[in-house]
């Protein structure tokens, strides 16, 4: 992630200002493959087969669906608006510069949240593995575990998106003597800390694992699970 959003800056102070979006979320897909790939499925092999139904809203966390949703409103109203001049300094020193667009940034967080979409949906109906409850329980843990982890990523590109594109707007504002309105641009400033900080959450909440155990299986199953832990 860091990699990426350091790789994304550098490119909108170039000629490569559309692929910015598209460098971040290589680098974000990247990482994540890579932690999975080094994080491997609790229990192996098919298990037995269940009547239980598993369903894609049992596992996303519905608040940061909302926050996914919110910041996609509003880096689309970003878009619906005039583009400041690019960030790149072309019209200082040449006095024109190449048409800015944010087509490739709607575009590629269109296809990150759909990936998002598909991914969590496959991981969500693989088959189940493990023949006991334990086993059956840990298989369920991971399947939380790996959602989040995947709704938390879609959240924290999107997140440093909004706060590129808020503070890129609300640097056009505060130059009152081109028209732009100061009070405008405190307005943007302060959202786009507000997304500076959602990014934070999201990016720090990555290397955290929380106990979601009591959340993901049933109570009986959960307090076996304890139960064995405590005893080993």
């Known amino acids: 992630m860091a990699i990426g959003v350091g790789t994304a800056f550098a490119l909108t102070r170039t000629y490569l ?25 609790p229990v192996r092999g098919r298990g037995a087969a ?21 910041l996609g409103v509003g880096i689309a109203g970003f878009a619906s608006y005039p583009i400041p001049e690019r960030p790149d300094h072309e019209v200082k020193y040449f006095g024109t510069a190449a048409p800015v667009s944010l087509a490739s ?50 959240t924290a590109v999107f997140a440093i998106v909004f706060t590129a594109l808020a503070f890129w707007y609300a640097d056009g504002q505060w130059d009152w003597r081109a028209g732009g ?14 997304g500076l900080a959602t990014f934070a959450c999201y ?26 832990r405590v005893a080993g």
């Open 17 to 41: 200002l559309d692929l910015a979006p598209v460098a971040l979320v290589l680098a974000a897909l990247l990482g994540t493959l890579t932690g999975e790939a080094v994080t491997p499925r």
């Open 50 to 70: 269940s009547l239980l139904p598993r369903r894609v809203r049992d596992y996303a966390p519905r608040r940061e669906l909302i926050v996914v949703a919110l």
């Open 105 to 154: 940034t709607l575009i590629t967080l269109g296809v990150t949240a759909a990936l998002t979409a598909v991914i969590v949906w496959l991981i969500v109906r693989a088959p189940q593995t493990g023949v006991n409850e334990a086993d059956t329980a840990a298989d369920n843990a991971w399947r939380h575990d790996i959602v989040r982890r995947l709704v938390y990523t879609c």
């Open 181 to 194: 309105s100061p009070v405008l641009g405190l307005v943007l400033s302060l959202l786009a800390g507000l």
């Open 203 to 228: 990016a720090g909440a990555l290397v955290v694992t929380p106990q979601r155990l009591q959340e993901s299986v049933p109570a009986g199953i959960a307090g076996q699970i304890n139960a064995d």
